[in-house]
């Protein structure tokens, strides 16, 4: 089932990128680029730093974010106006809060590079200790205007639904 889904995305996402990723690079090179992305966006994230965390962004409005919290952000400017509501909410992002990726995997397909893996949110607490969110992520990379960006990026958190409560006639 869970390659079903992938493939499904994947089809949806390559044809929103259709015609936005670079020719003509070897498959190691755009692993390699993904790579760097993602610590880059990771750096971003770890300083709260809104302009650099978009500047891993596809900056369009067809750029597609499924975050934790919402349903979707759509678009470029949505997205940064989410960064900065998530960076100042200490909710979303508590003070001193780190994100570090523990399992990262690629797989070329045409001109985008998928990745998948899980990430890790590390909270201090006032006691000295840290609360741990594991988390998972997909995103989808490309080479629009010549540059390695994310054009679609989907985090998610497991957790365990409320029971379900039968319906009444």
Not at 109 to 130: C, D, F, T
Not at 137 to 145: F, L, Q, R, S
Request: aromatic share 10%; charged share 20%; net charge neutral.
């Amino acid at each position: 089932m869970r390659y079903v889904v992938l493939c499904a995305v994947l089809f949806v996402v390559v044809g929103i990128a259709g015609g936005v990723a670079s020719v003509g690079e070897k498959p190691e090179q755009m692993i390699a680029a993904a790579k760097a992305l993602d610590r880059q966006y990771v750096e971003a994230v770890n300083k709260r730093d809104v302009d650099a965390a978009m500047a891993t962004c596809w900056n369009s409005p067809d750029f597609l974010d499924y975050p934790p919290d919402v349903l979707e952000v759509r678009g470029w400017e949505a997205e940064k106006a989410a960064w900065a509501k998530a960076f100042a909410d200490v909710n979303l992002m508590p003070p001193g809060a780190t994100v570090a990726v523990t399992e990262t995997n690629y797989k070329v397909a045409g001109n985008v590079v998928i990745g998948w893996g899980k990430y890790r949110m590390k909270i201090p607490l006032p006691n000295g200790e840290s609360m741990v969110q594991d988390g998972r992520y997909t995103n989808v990379v490309a080479k629009p205007d010549g540059k390695w960006v994310y054009i679609f990026v989907h985090l998610s958190v497991p957790f365990t639904p409320p029971p379900m409560s039968p319906s009444k006639p």
